[in-house]
């Protein structure tokens, strides 16, 4: 099983998206989806984006020591969701750093793994990477492993989110290449589970539903594995 971790890879559109993280301290309770745009998903999803990334800068600013937490539950995702390849990403801004996890999988005996950018409005795809290989530059200053690298398909994905809620729904960047990949594998009859990482500050009570949105397996955070609540 080759488990993937996925960027979200920001575009020129998607930056411009994200706001400068002011000095106003934000709770959880601020960001709701009962607003103007509470019956347009997109709007919604644009407008608690921005709340959500200063939440989430918030978040790292208290923890800086999560991602050596999440990687104590290497275990757990192993207990649950099996062995194979674990793909997952290399964080930008605020994101947490799934790195400590993904070294704690390969040295497990998991095959591991990192996204290549694709062109806009297609899907990711994979390259075998562990920490510590080389890497090069990608598309809008992203960062991939080298062309060298094998190609893989993933088994589990790792993806980074602005925030989640308790039925396993993911508030992305909104490039849309999370859930074209997913449904990329799906249509070459390949089946991934898709697990968010988290700080578990970041877990809303709702949040807006698109019609293409794709909802998570689980969310690992700090304090654990949280599996969607119908």
């Excluded at 790292?60 to 999560?66: G, L, M, Q, R, Y």
């Excluded at 605020?94 to 998991?110: F, M, R, T, V």
């Excluded at 080389?134 to 980074?160: C, F, H, K, M, N």
Aim: aromatic share 6%; with cysteine; net charge negative.
């Amino acid at each position: 099983m080759v488990v993937a971790v996925i960027s979200c890879v920001a575009g020129p559109s998607d930056t411009a998206r994200l706001p400068l993280l002011s000095n106003r301290l934000y709770r959880v309770s601020d960001i709701s989806v009962s607003s103007p745009h509470a019956g347009d998903p997109a709007a919604a999803k644009a407008q608690m984006r921005k709340q959500a990334a200063i939440l989430r800068q918030q978040e790292a600013d208290k923890h800086p020591h999560a991602a050596e937490i999440l990687a104590e539950h290497s275990q757990l995702l192993l207990t649950n969701f099996g062995p194979g390849v674990y793909a997952a990403y290399l964080p930008i801004r605020s994101e947490i750093s799934p790195l400590p996890l993904i070294a704690a999988l390969h040295h497990a005996g998991q095959p591991t793994a990192m996204p290549v950018t694709p062109a806009e409005g297609q899907p990711l795809s994979f390259r075998q990477w562990a920490v510590g290989d080389a890497i090069e530059d990608g598309p809008y200053g992203t960062r991939q492993p080298l062309a060298s690298e094998t190609p893989v398909l993933p088994d589990v994905i790792l993806a980074p989110l602005l925030a989640f809620d308790l039925a396993g729904w993911r508030l992305g960047y909104g490039g849309g290449f999370y859930d074209r990949t997913i449904a990329d594998l799906a249509a070459r009859g390949h089946t991934a589970k898709v697990i968010g990482l988290a700080y578990d500050g970041q877990k809303l009570d709702k949040l807006p539903i698109g019609p293409y949105d794709m909802p998570l397996d689980a969310v690992l955070t700090p304090s654990g594995l949280h599996r969607p609540q119908s």
